[in-house]
């Protein structure tokens, strides 16, 4: 049976490899180069511009000794979500170069600028989500000098992207991934073969992201519109690095280069991921306290008052009510707020 299993997801693979690159070359990501057999640690440098100096992503490529595809691994794109940075740690030294087909491109800290100087969701720079601004501009702010380059030197230069999130530092989360389908059999395929293999226990079904190569907003999706498949992973929460969640990354990765034959062996995975169809972030009108009522992965039903906000004076000024009977994807666990911000997501199953 497992052995049928795993024919059909290298023939699922292979029917998108075929116009893509296999690997076996030397690979230049920024400033550093990567013999096959080898592993190289270095930076990509986002140049000067009006609001900054430049910056240096730290990454690591692993070049394997045999031929396969690339995958890239970006973490941190927002700077308070610790989880992944921490895998990667542990991943560079795990994985020997030797015994790799393909390679990979480690993005340790994608938004250095937000990490430093710790802030959520937001770079310091120029106030904006790294995680809209994709694929960035050359001569843009930060947040979009650095969408650029990571466009330019990781993702046109991978054949898969998985995306490393969690709950930022105030969204108490709780493990799931998105998995994008556009409407390309191919390409939707081995997106939905990813999300079931990496190892998670919720995946999202993600319909109506951006089409347009030049306003592809989220870095997974500029992958996916670009021809290569990509899934987003969150796992962690508040600004913490709980074991359980750097350790889902590091076995999800791993899953992953096994369904893509970069390692030997059969992803270790305990169930499939149940799916959720929908999700509704439920925002902020205003500015004030809010009271979260209840926690990640509950299940609530429609019309629940999940959490609420008040003035500075404790006036009652908004709810937030379960808009269907779902679960907590997230829900912010920390008091500030701010108009337009989310409160909490629910998922629909
Ligand atoms: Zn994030």
């Known amino acids: 049976m497992r052995i049928f299993k795993k024919i059909s997801v290298l023939l699922m693979v292979f029917t998108v490899l075929l116009n893509i690159s296999t690997f076996g070359q030397t690979l230049n990501v920024g400033e550093i180069?990567?013999?096959?057999?080898?592993?190289?640690d270095g930076f990509i440098i986002v140049p000067e511009g009006s609001d900054g100096e430049e910056v240096k992503i730290?990454?690591?490529v692993i070049n394997g000794a045999n031929k396969g595809p690339v995958l890239a691994l970006t973490a941190a794109i927002h700077g308070y979500e610790y989880p992944p940075v921490i895998a990667f740690q542990r991943l560079i030294t795990m994985i020997d170069p030797k015994q790799v087909s393909g390679a990979l491109i480690f993005v340790h800290v994608a938004n250095i600028p937000s990490f430093l100087k710790r802030?959520?969701?937001y770079g310091p720079h120029d106030w904006k989500n790294l995680n809209r601004v994709f694929p960035g501009k050359e001569d843009?702010?930060?947040?979009?000098r650095i969408a650029f380059q990571i466009t330019k030197e990781v993702i046109d230069q991978c054949d898969?992207?998985?995306d490393n999130h969690c709950g930022d530092g105030?969204?108490?989360?709780m493990p799931?991934?998105?998995c994008p389908q556009i409407g390309d059999a191919n390409i939707d395929k081995v997106t939905k073969m990813m999300a079931e293999n990496y190892g998670l226990p919720l995946a999202i079904n993600e319909k109506g992201r951006p089409t347009d190569i030049k306003e592809s907003v989220y870095a997974g999706n500029t992958a996916i519109v670009r021809g290569k498949p990509a899934i987003t992973i969150e796992s962690g929460k508040l600004g913490r690095t709980d074991e359980i969640d750097i350790k889902r990354v590091v076995t999800g990765t791993l899953n992953i280069?096994?369904?893509l034959n970069m390692i030997k062996g059969e992803p270790e995975i305990k169930a499939k991921p149940v799916w959720v169809q929908k999700y509704t972030i439920i925002r902020s009108e205003k500015t004030g306290i809010f009271y979260p009522l209840v926690s990640r992965a509950d299940h609530v039903q429609k019309g629940q008052l999940i959490g609420y906000l008040t003035d500075f004076f404790g006036k009652r000024i908004q709810e937030a009510r379960a808009p269907y009977d779902g679960i907590v994807l997230y829900i912010v666990a920390t008091p500030p707020m701010s108009p337009g911000e989310p409160m909490a997501s629910i998922g629909q199953f």
């Open 119 to 121: 802030t959520i969701y």
């Open 176 to 178: 799931y991934l998105y």
């Open 140 to 144: 843009g702010t930060m947040s979009e």
């Open 33 to 40: 180069s990567a013999e096959p057999g080898e592993r190289t």
């Open 160 to 162: 898969y992207l998985i």
């Open 170 to 173: 105030n969204e108490d989360l």
């Open 58 to 60: 730290p990454l690591t």
């Open 257 to 259: 280069m096994k369904v």
